[in-house]
């Protein structure tokens, strides 16, 4: 086995929320708004819904399977050659989103804090920090996510508490104004990023309790959707729609207002820093996926010997995919849903799933 560590149900799912949410909680806000205005915060709950949704198919492939992830499975359901296309594709997907993601985080900070820096200076960094983490294994990185997420969790409670006061519910009205397709069209891309589950199909056989694979996933999702929702009530309430949808990054502009008496204010270094740790951990999740996945479609008996070449790859991927935040944001608010969604996270589980259904391939499913 190329992987040596597991990880708990409790890790795991916290895992996977740190995963979905880390890039999710940045660019949701403005995306959803601008497809449905005071309403976005309907599209969070819809792409929660979906998510879960998503789950289920996931979940239910995965554990049909409990010991080979879906590079593995691919080939057994729908043979050697089609297989290996299929387990092609899934180490493209997770290495393109992953390089996305690296790039997100570099446009952020060089947007928000630091313009005067070369983007690779930063996605390089990054990447060093998922290479050493990947390097480590599974367990250490799964440990370690323990304490980023309760940091992140705090911080995010914090911000909203301490911005209450300059919250107007009336800017959430009227509600579904326009009906609901605008809500639903703002929960489009959302639904991409709780897709993201499709990580757990590469860790599954690593868990310590496989049986709770609902648990986790579901899990992930109500602790996602509860943050997003609350994310997006804040800042509309804040900052109002239209305003809302013209911003690059909300979550800044409400650290912003945080003030403590004279000594406690602009708190947007804070909010950096407690995103760097959560973006972090995704990028060594789908770096993780990445090597793994690539090392079982080339049978090696050892995946690290991919991470740095991969991880070179990927820096350079991040740069050269798109010309800046305007063009990054104008894919994930409309290309990236139709590439991931439906292909990645939907659409190719969904046919492996029926086929091994009417073919009887793999254990019948665990209750848990």
Do not use: C
Not at 186 to 205: D, H
Request: glycine content about 8%; overall charge neutral.
């Amino acid at each position: 086995m190329l992987e040596g560590g597991k990880i708990s149900s409790r890790q795991a799912t916290l895992l996977m929320a740190i995963t979905i949410m880390a890039t999710a909680i940045l660019f949701l806000p403005s995306i959803s708004t601008q497809q449905a205005l005071q309403d976005a915060w309907i599209s969070v709950i819809i792409a929660t819904v979906n998510g879960i949704i998503i789950s289920l198919i996931v979940v239910t492939l995965m554990k049909r399977f409990p010991k080979q992830t879906i590079i593995q499975y691919s080939e057994e359901i729908m043979g050697k050659f089609i297989g290996k296309i299929i387990g092609l594709g899934y180490i493209w997907f997770f290495l393109s989103t992953n390089a996305i993601i690296v790039r997100e985080f570099g446009d952020f900070l060089v947007t928000a804090f630091m313009p005067n820096t070369p983007l690779i200076v930063f996605n390089s960094m990054l990447i060093i920090l998922a290479i050493l983490a990947v390097r480590s294994g599974l367990e250490p990185l799964g440990r370690l996510n323990e304490w980023i997420f309760i940091l992140n969790s705090f911080i995010l409670i914090f911000l909203i508490v301490m911005v209450l006061d300059e919250i107007n519910l009336g800017n959430l009205q009227p509600v579904l104004e326009g009906g609901i397709t605008p809500a639903l069209k703002g929960a489009y891309t959302p639904t991409s990023w709780f897709g993201e589950i499709i990580t757990l199909s590469m860790i599954f056989p690593f868990l310590t309790q496989p049986q709770k694979g609902y648990r986790i996933a579901f899990g992930a999702h109500i602790i996602v959707g509860t943050f997003l929702f609350l994310g997006a009530i804040q800042t509309i309430g804040i900052f109002g729609p239209e305003l809302m949808s013209r911003f690059k990054f909300p979550i800044i502009q409400t650290a912003r207002l945080v003030s403590i008496g004279d000594f406690f204010e602009r708190i947007e270094a804070l909010v950096m820093v407690i995103w760097v740790g959560g973006v972090f951990v995704k990028v060594s999740v789908f770096h993780y996926v990445t090597v793994m996945a690539a090392a079982q479609w080339f049978n090696l008996k050892d995946y690290r010997v991919l991470v740095i070449p991969l991880g070179i790859l990927n820096v350079i991927l991040s740069i050269h995919l798109f010309e800046g935040v305007a063009d990054l944001l104008e894919f994930l608010s409309i290309t990236f849903a139709v590439y991931a969604l439906s292909t990645f996270e939907v659409g190719i589980p969904l046919l492996l799933l029926l086929t091994a259904l009417i073919r009887g391939k793999g254990g019948k499913n665990d209750s848990g």
